[in-house]
């Protein structure tokens, strides 16, 4: 499954399918606005639609006051002139004005969606794609998709209707004339076609590679530390200038795409302009046409070329639109496969924290081997049990299952007897809190990560918590104490002090079951002994999973599973397995992660 969503991001499934039936996907975001949307193309089309009159008026002039040199009859239509020039202007001013609003709007729903679908997802999905992919999406792609809707889309309209409606003047003013017209806007068409089908597919590498890089950008600022110890930032450098040159490769297909598409359209309606010149001299030399006709199929074709050749701008805007709703709905449409259940149990009240995990099985996404088998253990209300094992058994592993990050593959968990499986999600995990051997921060105050799990929480009991992770004292000397903004992912932060302000998120309000990745890693002996006293009297008021490395964190434990080859291999207290155990004696004699 991993395999499968990393290639999505490298190919649409089928890159010759339009991306028409995507776009139409949006309509129900779109339907609210509709009116404010049909009402921008309606101004737009009064106001494209009044420059046609023009070259009616122009006729009108160089065929009767000039030609008849009654000059005194010239005011009126020059006024119409005026007037119409100034609803071209009022068009365009009340389009911009009306689809501003619903287009933003349009941009921060479909944004809000994405990130509401991204944070439904399992972890194992989130594993699949790159970073950068997701970054791209939630931002470039977005602001395609809210140009496309306030521009590309009603102008692909606007200007269809404008060269039709052109054609018909043209006709009308003189066949002959709007034959030559017709005529060449026929191989415009098979143009148009061609150019979709090819640049649709080129546009969807651009865009991915685009992610691609972005992801390599991310990596590189988060692993800047990392790339700079090992003086590896020039490798790193040279990967991205390949990344970016084939990424130019592609831009490049797309300019020569573009400007073969531009040269043809803007070629074709120069050439009309010059047929109509030609037959329109010879007509007027015949005594066939008036020169007020020619003139004005003139500037009626010179008129009709900014649609025509805005054209292939507007198709190039279509296809980037749908490639981005194609990766916009990859997303959206991925399975959740970690959601409520159709009828939600409850835990009993109150709920005592007992926690059995039931013949637990769990194998990864990719298919590979097993990672847990047959996991069978019990940990009564306020016990704590430690978790230990040598790296690569599936403690980490186990106890991402306990909040459902992951969901067993076999067997079950239970909290109090209810399968966490038939719990809704919010009330399982305000029971259930986590700290992760790495902690993560958020670029927020202290106060704010702290309190993330427990928003309601008084200074008091921040400060409580505080204390127990032994972190009030760097908190207070920080430039403005609990409001201090820590920075992305906590980097001006030592390990030890994330870890700490971790743990006292983990610990705030004294929830009922926690589960702690080996929270004292990062710490001193010293910290970590003060960390210890503080946590006795909390894990005694809560059902406690603890994965512990060392063995001064094991014997905080009111007894200790040894995890062996993804199964419970023994069960005691840390003495006790310390005697009976020459697996336990070897795992607390050589792991030290």
Request: charged share 15%.
């Amino acid at each position: 499954m991993l395999a499968q969503a990393a290639t999505a991001d490298v190919a649409p499934a089928n890159p010759k399918r339009p991306g028409l039936s995507a776009l139409a996907r949006f309509w129900p975001f779109i339907e609210p606005a509709k009116w404010r949307f049909i009402g921008a193309v309606v101004f737009s089309l009064v106001s494209t639609l009044s420059g046609l009159v023009i070259p009616l008026v122009t006729q009108h002039i160089i065929d009767g006051p000039i030609a008849h040199r009654h000059f005194s009859a010239l005011w009126w239509p020059t006024l119409l002139v005026f007037g119409l020039g100034a609803l071209d202007a009022l068009g365009v001013w009340l389009r911009r004005l009306i689809v501003a609003r619903p287009s933003s709007q349009l941009e921060i729903t479909l944004r809000a969606k994405l990130f509401a679908k991204l944070q439904s997802l399992s972890i194992g999905v989130h594993d699949g794609w790159d970073s950068g992919q997701l970054l791209s999406r939630a931002v470039q792609d977005m602001s395609t998709l809210r140009r496309f809707s306030a521009f590309a889309a009603p102008f692909l309209v606007i200007n269809t209707i404008t060269i039709a409606v052109g054609i018909v003047v043209m006709l009308f003013l003189s066949w002959p004339l709007g034959l030559v017209v017709v005529i060449c806007s026929i191989p415009v068409l098979f143009i148009c076609k061609n150019f979709q089908q090819k640049y649709r597919i080129v546009s969807r590498l651009a865009q991915d590679q685009t992610g691609d890089a972005a992801t390599i950008v991310e990596e590189s600022v988060q692993g800047i530390r990392i790339l700079k110890a090992f003086g590896r930032s020039g490798h790193l450098g040279r990967r991205f200038i390949r990344q970016v040159a084939t990424l130019r490769g592609t831009e490049l297909k797309k300019v020569h795409n573009e400007a073969t598409l531009w040269a043809l359209i803007s070629g074709i309606p120069a050439i009309a302009i010059g047929l109509i010149l030609a037959i329109g001299t010879w007509s007027i030399t015949a005594d066939r046409m008036t020169a007020g006709t020619v003139v004005a199929a003139i500037t009626m074709a010179t008129f009709l070329q900014w649609p025509t050749i805005s054209l292939g701008f507007l198709l190039a805007e279509l296809n980037n639109a749908g490639t981005a709703a194609d990766r916009y709905w990859e997303i959206i449409d991925a399975p959740v496969d970690i959601q409520n259940p159709a009828t939600p149990r409850t835990l009993p009240v109150p709920v005592s924290g007992r926690l059995e995990f039931r013949g637990t099985t769990f194998t990864f996404p990719d298919g590979s081997a097993p990672v847990l088998r047959d996991v069978a253990l019990s940990i009564e209300p306020g016990e704590t049990v430690a978790l230990v094992g040598v790296t690569g058994s599936g403690k980490t592993a186990l106890t991402t299952l306990v909040p459902r990050l992951y969901d067993v593959t076999g067997g079950s968990i239970a909290i109090d007897g209810v399968d966490i499986r038939d719990l809704d999600l919010t009330e399982l995990r305000s029971v259930v809190t986590v700290a992760f051997e790495e902690p993560i921060l958020f670029s927020a105050s202290v106060r704010e990560n702290v309190s993330l799990g427990a928003p309601t929480a008084t200074e008091s009991e921040i400060r409580q918590a505080l204390d127990l992770a032994q972190a009030t004292d760097f908190v207070e000397g920080l430039p403005w104490g609990l409001d201090t903004r820590v920075g992305e992912q906590g980097m001006s932060l030592s390990g030890g002090q994330r870890q700490r302000l971790a743990l006292a998120r983990a610990v705030l309000g004294t929830p009922r079951i926690m589960v702690l990745d080996d929270p004292l890693s990062a710490l001193d002996v010293n910290t970590e002994a003060k960390v210890q006293a503080g946590l006795k009297a909390v894990l005694r008021e809560s059902t406690t999973l603890l994965v512990a490395h060392r063995p001064s964190t094991a014997a905080l434990a009111d007894r200790v599973a040894l995890l062996d080859g993804g199964t419970i291999a023994a069960v005691g207290t840390h003495e006790e397995l310390l005697a009976s155990s020459a697996r336990y004696r070897y795992v607390m004699g050589s792991v030290h992660v």
